[in-house]
C-alpha cells in the first residue's frame, strides 16, 4: 500500500498578523507623540487688550538688523558676540528687561531669529516691530 503524501507548499501569506503590528505601532507612536512637547520660541501674538502699560521711564535700546546681518545697537554698529554681552548685561539691570527688535524689509528670518533666540535665552523682552 504505497499511500503517498501531500507535501505541496502553500504559496499564501496571512496579512492579518502583519496588520495587527503596524495598526498597534501606529496607536504607539501616535499616543507618545502627543505627549512630546517641542522646544521652541515662545512668541506672544498681538491681540486685544484694555490694559495700557505705564510708559518707560528711559528710552528702550533699539537693535536694528541690516540686510546682509550686521547688527547695530542704538545707531552703533556691534558684532554678534557683543550684542549677547549687551543682552546678558540688560539683564542684570532688572526683571522688567527689553528691548526693540527693528529689522530691515530685505533682512533674512535667520538673523531676526538669532537676536530674538538671545533674547529667550537671557529672559528678557525683545519686541519686534514693523520691518522699514
Given at each position: 500500500?504505497?499511500?503517498?503524501?501531500?507535501?505541496?507548499?502553500?504559496?499564501?501569506?496571512?496579512?492579518?498578523s502583519?496588520?495587527?503590528?503596524?495598526?498597534?505601532?501606529?496607536?504607539?507612536?501616535?499616543l507618545t507623540s502627543s505627549m512630546i512637547?517641542?522646544?521652541?520660541?515662545?512668541?506672544?501674538?498681538?491681540?486685544?487688550s484694555?490694559?495700557?502699560?505705564?510708559?518707560?521711564k528711559e528710552k528702550p535700546?533699539?537693535?536694528k538688523i541690516a540686510p546682509k546681518g550686521t547688527y547695530y545697537l542704538n545707531g552703533a554698529k556691534i558684532t554678534k558676540s557683543n550684542l549677547d554681552?549687551?543682552?546678558r548685561a540688560l539683564k542684570k539691570k532688572?526683571?522688567?528687561a527689553s528691548f526693540v527688535i527693528a529689522p530691515d524689509k530685505k533682512t533674512p528670518n535667520q538673523y531676526v531669529i538669532a537676536v530674538m533666540d538671545m533674547a529667550?535665552?537671557?529672559?528678557v523682552a525683545g519686541v519686534l516691530t514693523d520691518v522699514k
Open positions: 500500500m504505497g499511500i503517498k503524501k501531500r507535501n505541496k507548499v502553500s504559496a499564501e501569506f496571512s496579512m492579518s502583519l496588520t495587527d503590528i503596524i495598526f498597534l505601532l501606529l496607536i504607539f507612536f501616535m512637547v517641542p522646544n521652541a520660541l515662545n512668541l506672544k501674538l498681538p491681540g486685544k484694555n490694559y495700557v502699560p505705564p510708559a518707560p535700546d533699539v537693535v554681552k549687551e543682552i532688572g526683571k522688567n529667550y535665552r537671557y529672559g
